[in-house]
Every structure is written in structure tokens, then in C-alpha cells.
């Protein structure tokens, strides 16, 4: 039985888009992205572009207009050979270019909603393999009373792939980490390596059996989307460009134009200050008859809360000071936000 995947596309999407901007940061001062590189990252870019059929684009602020805040949906594809697959995962985000924060809400993937286009109930899942990304960002959008205005998805081949492009990266495993559940996928992590590659990375931030459970798994992401940036920034490798972005091309799709794309990838890494907010759609699982489906319903409050949070994030005039912000960040003052740091909790499915 499939696990779901909720914090994995939010690694796997920062890390497609901002790593080919990070790459070329050091080499800024010696030729100049803007001049040298720009025009060649854009041509790679096309085959990544994949705009939703009958529904008209909608351009993002630039770095040379006003940063309006806008509702991105991402979405983790489990997808084989050429069937169209389901969203394992789906995280609905909010980005803020001109402060180049981050609030994003994982929707469990088995949560029963109206799909919109189908007139019934069903596994939000369900809503991505019935009528795609625009199926899917309509039946969010009615979930959450809020636009979603932009997509991105990604499967979890090009995740690999990325990380081995790379080279590997250094992970801090001390003890050796095995998967062996009956219900999960089996593997195992050896301890103590000088490099990991993609295979090894993608077990890591979805090792799902130690004693902490979801937070544990929070702070994996966390210090695992740090790497990845130390990783990149450390590298300086022109030459890795055109392969990540046939990466892209092959298992990253987006209705961002490949300008848009760029210059939001500029302005995010400019932001003096980045933070990511995570939060995990509250709620309980059961079936509504025996032997049925098993669904995840949503707690009400919850989604009051989440839909007040999301407005007060749209709105451009609500300063950074006074955004509202999930429960776990404002109950305890004492642990601060780390910046990139992404998490979230929620149910399994038994």
C-alpha cells in the first residue's frame, strides 16, 4: 500500500528551480548571468514549459515590476511510462517575491473533496489523474476559497537525477537507516558515507520508521534542503546547466514561461531574508463503510484557519510583521524559524 509523500515535492521543487540560478551565483562577478547565461537557460527552459490547454496564463511579478503575492499548487507525480498518474503529493504555496517568504499547506492526498469538473466527492489524488494540473488547481482552489493561479510538477526520477548531476551530497547519517515495515518500501542507508547519491537522498527524506515520526521527518527536509543549496552554491559548475536542464524537461513541468521562471528564481535569491511556513492539513481518517475507500476528512477549523492564513498572505499590503502564521510557529517563540526550512505533520493511512 502507498505511503503518502506530502513534503517531498517541496525539496524536490526549490531544489529544480533555484539550483540552476545557484550554480552561476559565484561566477556573477567574473562574466555576468544576466548577459552571458540568460538567454541560453531560457531556450532549455521551453521544454519544461507546459501551460494548462483553455486557460489563459496569468504572468507573475518580475524583478522589475511590483512583487505581487501569488498561490503556486505543487504537485509530486507518481508516474509511469506514459500514463498520466496521480499527485501524491500537493502542497498549495504562497509566494511573496518582495520579502521571498514562503507559506506552504500540504493537503494530504487521500482528503475526500469535490472534484471539481466530475460533480461528486472523491480523493483529492484523484482530481490530477481525472483531468490533470488544471483539474487539479480548480478542485484546490474550491478547497481553500482562494486562486491558484500558477503549477509545478515533478516525479521522483528527476529528483534523483538531479542530486547524482551534482555529484552527490554529504548527508549527517550516523547510524545506518532502515525501512523494513511491512507497509513501506524497503531500504537501506548506510552510515557514515563521504557522499550520498540520489537514490541514498531520496530514501533519506522519506525514511518514515524512526521513534520521531513526522517531526523527525520535518527536520530531515530541513537540514536536507540546506545541503542541497551549500551543494550547489559551492560549485560553480557552468558546465552542469544544460543537463539539469534536460532533467527538468524530462520530469518537470510548469505553466511558467521560461522568463517568468528565471527572474522569479532571481528575486527569490536576492530576498535578504527567506522563510518557508509549513502546514499539514488537520484532520482523521476512516472509511464510511465497511470495506470501502479510506478517506481523510478535514477538520473545519482547520480549514477556517487556513483559509483566513492564506487570504492574509495574498494580500500584498499585509506587512511581513503581521502575517499570520501556522499554530507551530507562533505557540512556542523560543525555536525560531530557520530560513529554507519546510515541514509538516499529519495522519497515515493504516
Same mark, same amino acid.
Given at each position: 500500500?502507498?505511503?503518502?509523500?506530502?513534503?517531498?515535492?517541496?525539496?524536490? @521543487?526549490?531544489?529544480? +528551480?533555484? /539550483?540552476? #540560478?545557484?550554480?552561476?551565483? =559565484?561566477? $556573477?562577478? !567574473?562574466?555576468?548571468?544576466?548577459?552571458?547565461?540568460?538567454?541560453?537557460?531560457?531556450?532549455?527552459?521551453?521544454?519544461?514549459?507546459?501551460?494548462?490547454?483553455?486557460?489563459?496564463?496569468?504572468?507573475?511579478?518580475?524583478?522589475?515590476?511590483?512583487?505581487?503575492?501569488?498561490?503556486?499548487?505543487?504537485?509530486?507525480?507518481?508516474?509511469?511510462?506514459?500514463?498520466?498518474?496521480? @499527485?501524491?503529493?500537493? +502542497?498549495? /504555496?504562497? #509566494?511573496?517575491?518582495?520579502? =521571498?517568504? $514562503?507559506? !506552504?499547506?500540504?493537503?494530504?492526498?487521500?482528503?475526500?473533496?469535490?472534484?471539481?469538473?466530475?460533480?461528486?466527492?472523491?480523493?483529492?489524488?484523484?482530481?490530477?489523474?481525472?483531468?490533470?494540473?488544471?483539474?487539479?488547481?480548480?478542485?484546490?482552489?474550491?478547497?481553500?476559497?482562494?486562486?491558484?493561479?500558477?503549477?509545478?510538477?515533478?516525479?521522483?526520477?528527476?529528483?534523483?537525477?538531479?542530486?547524482?548531476?551534482?555529484?552527490?551530497?554529504?548527508?549527517?547519517?550516523?547510524?545506518?537507516?532502515?525501512?523494513?515495515?511491512?507497509?513501506?518500501?524497503?531500504?537501506?542507508?548506510?552510515?557514515?558515507?563521504?557522499?550520498?547519491?540520489?537514490?541514498?537522498?531520496?530514501?533519506?527524506?522519506?525514511?518514515?520508521?524512526?521513534?520521531?515520526?513526522?517531526?523527525?521527518?520535518?527536520?530531515?527536509?530541513?537540514?536536507?534542503?540546506?545541503?542541497?543549496?551549500?551543494?550547489?552554491?559551492?560549485?560553480?559548475?557552468?558546465?552542469?546547466?544544460?543537463?539539469?536542464?534536460?532533467?527538468?524537461?524530462?520530469?518537470?513541468?510548469?505553466?511558467?514561461?521560461?522568463?517568468?521562471?528565471?527572474?522569479?528564481?532571481?528575486?527569490?535569491?536576492?530576498?535578504?531574508?527567506?522563510?518557508?511556513?509549513?502546514?499539514?492539513?488537520?484532520?482523521?481518517?476512516?472509511?464510511?463503510?465497511?470495506?470501502?475507500?479510506?478517506?481523510?476528512?478535514?477538520?473545519?477549523?482547520?480549514?477556517?484557519?487556513?483559509?483566513?492564513?492564506?487570504?492574509?498572505?495574498?494580500?500584498?499590503?499585509?506587512?511581513?510583521?503581521?502575517?499570520?502564521?501556522?499554530?507551530?510557529?507562533?505557540?512556542?517563540?523560543?525555536?525560531?524559524?530557520?530560513?529554507?526550512?519546510?515541514?509538516?505533520?499529519?495522519?497515515?493511512?493504516?
Amino acid at each position: 500500500m502507498k505511503r503518502r509523500r506530502w513534503w517531498m515535492v517541496t525539496i524536490i @521543487s526549490l531544489a529544480v +528551480i533555484f /539550483t540552476a #540560478v545557484f550554480l552561476n551565483r =559565484g561566477a $556573477l562577478a !567574473m562574466l555576468g548571468f544576466d548577459w552571458f547565461l540568460e538567454d541560453r537557460l531560457e531556450k532549455e527552459l521551453v521544454q519544461t514549459y507546459k501551460p494548462i490547454e483553455g486557460r489563459e496564463p496569468v504572468p507573475v511579478s518580475t524583478v522589475k515590476e511590483k512583487k505581487e503575492p501569488f498561490a503556486m499548487l505543487l504537485l509530486g507525480v507518481d508516474q509511469r511510462g506514459n500514463e498520466i498518474g496521480r @499527485s501524491d503529493t500537493m +502542497i498549495y /504555496t504562497v #509566494v511573496r517575491p518582495s520579502d =521571498g517568504d $514562503l507559506l !506552504m499547506v500540504s493537503i494530504p492526498r487521500d482528503t475526500r473533496v469535490e472534484i471539481v469538473g466530475r460533480g461528486r466527492e472523491d480523493k483529492i489524488t484523484h482530481a490530477y489523474a481525472f483531468g490533470g494540473a488544471g483539474m487539479a488547481m480548480d478542485t484546490v482552489s474550491k478547497l481553500f476559497d482562494a486562486p491558484v493561479r500558477h503549477y509545478a510538477s515533478i516525479n521522483f526520477e528527476g529528483f534523483r537525477k538531479v542530486i547524482d548531476t551534482l555529484g552527490g551530497i554529504s548527508l549527517p547519517i550516523e547510524e545506518d537507516m532502515v525501512n523494513d515495515d511491512p507497509d513501506h518500501e524497503k531500504f537501506v542507508i548506510k552510515a557514515g558515507q563521504p557522499s550520498y547519491n540520489g537514490i541514498d537522498a531520496l530514501n533519506y527524506v522519506r525514511y518514515r520508521e524512526d521513534a520521531g515520526g513526522d517531526m523527525s521527518r520535518t527536520e530531515r527536509h530541513q537540514i536536507f534542503l540546506n545541503l542541497l543549496m551549500d551543494k550547489a552554491k559551492q560549485m560553480n559548475q557552468w558546465s552542469k546547466i544544460p543537463e539539469l536542464m534536460n532533467i527538468m524537461g524530462g520530469n518537470f513541468s510548469t505553466d511558467l514561461p521560461p522568463r517568468q521562471l528565471i527572474e522569479l528564481g532571481q528575486t527569490m535569491l536576492k530576498a535578504e531574508n527567506r522563510q518557508i511556513y509549513s502546514h499539514s492539513l488537520a484532520g482523521s481518517g476512516h472509511r464510511l463503510e465497511s470495506g470501502g475507500a479510506w478517506y481523510y476528512f478535514a477538520d473545519e477549523e482547520d480549514l477556517a484557519e487556513v483559509r483566513t492564513m492564506i487570504k492574509s498572505w495574498l494580500d500584498a499590503d499585509t506587512p511581513v510583521s503581521e502575517l499570520l502564521l501556522p499554530e507551530k510557529y507562533t505557540a512556542d517563540q523560543v525555536n525560531e524559524v530557520q530560513p529554507l526550512a519546510g515541514g509538516g505533520t499529519g495522519s497515515e493511512q493504516p
